[in-house]
């Protein structure tokens, strides 16, 4: 079990993280919030990265700060992951066994193997690395993560940046991860937290907003999502507030809108999406809750 206990990071008078307390116990977690919301800060507290002001986090009750009890058992892998581009995917990952003091040099060399049967990287793996696809790239990174098997693996933004199939093959990477360790990965698309995730956490300026399963989400838009076929014109005069969603249709526009009072005498309340109930959680501070 991945936990934080009370865990929060202070930068002089600001909370990047204010103080809060979850538990990971196996499976794939999403964790959302949009720019600033403290999702890295989250990440590099629960991976040991990064000093706590407040609480601690643990893995198996042991603080995550103690190296070689807890610390080398996390993978962390980092938005942008950067290597020399002149390695190849072996030498890399050799490099990361050396690096942890994983093993025999012979134990080094079959995980190595392994790691790039499974992350689909055996045809490249003897190429520089400045010949890869972004997608490869965020793979080798994966890869490196799981050098000596660790229980948990951190995971910032993993398909950013990537094509719709490669997006597909590391949603599917993850999740086959997640079977035997705890995965959290973090992501504006909520897309890929639905295809992958029961569990999500949603951050919002340094502040958990929710924990939970991810079908829980839509509530947050219940009772509050409006939906009407409005004239172009009218739609023009409302695209600036807070629109959902908007279709075009040959007779005007379908607008959905979050709102707590009916926007126009036509509109009816319609059930939300998860992704409706995420946008209502976050454009409203005074319905959050951590649970």
């Given at each position: ?34 720019n ?43 938005q ?18 050396r ?11 079959l ?114 999502l ?58 409203n ?7």
């Amino acid at each position: 079990m991945l936990a934080a206990k009370q865990l929060g990071k202070k930068y002089k008078a600001s909370w990047a993280l204010e103080p809060l307390t979850i538990e990971l116990a196996g499976g794939m977690y999403g964790l959302l919030g949009p720019n600033g919301a403290g999702k890295s800060t989250f990440m590099k507290l629960l991976g040991g990265l990064l000093a706590p002001t407040t609480g601690e986090a643990l893995l198996g009750g042991v603080p995550v700060r103690d190296l070689k009890r807890a610390r080398s058992r996390i993978g962390y892998v980092p938005q942008s992951f950067r290597m020399y581009p002149q390695l190849t995917a072996r030498e890399w990952l050799l490099h990361a066994a050396r690096l942890r003091n994983f093993g025999t040099r012979v134990e080094q060399e079959l995980q190595v193997r392994s790691l790039l049967a499974s992350l689909n990287l055996e045809r490249y793996a003897d190429l520089p690395a400045r010949t890869y696809s972004s997608g490869m790239v965020k793979r080798l990174g994966i890869a490196q993560s799981l050098v000596g098997d660790p229980a948990a693996i951190i995971v910032d933004e993993p398909t950013a940046g990537l094509d719709p199939e490669e997006r597909l093959n590391l949603r599917n990477t993850l999740a086959e991860l997640a079977m035997t360790r705890v995965v959290l990965f973090s992501t504006h698309v909520l897309s890929d937290i639905e295809a992958s995730c029961r569990e999500v956490i949603v951050l919002q300026q340094g502040k958990l907003r929710y924990n939970g399963q991810l079908s829980g989400l839509a509530r947050f838009a219940q009772d509050r999502l409006w939906q009407w076929e409005a004239s172009e014109r009218e739609w023009r005069s409302l695209a600036q507030e807070a629109l959902v969603f908007a279709r075009k249709t040959a007779d005007g526009v379908v607008c959905r809108m979050i709102n707590s009072r009916q926007p126009t005498p036509y509109a009816e309340l319609v059930t939300p999406t998860m992704e409706e109930g995420y946008l209502a959680l976050i454009g409203n501070e005074e319905d959050g809750m951590a649970g």
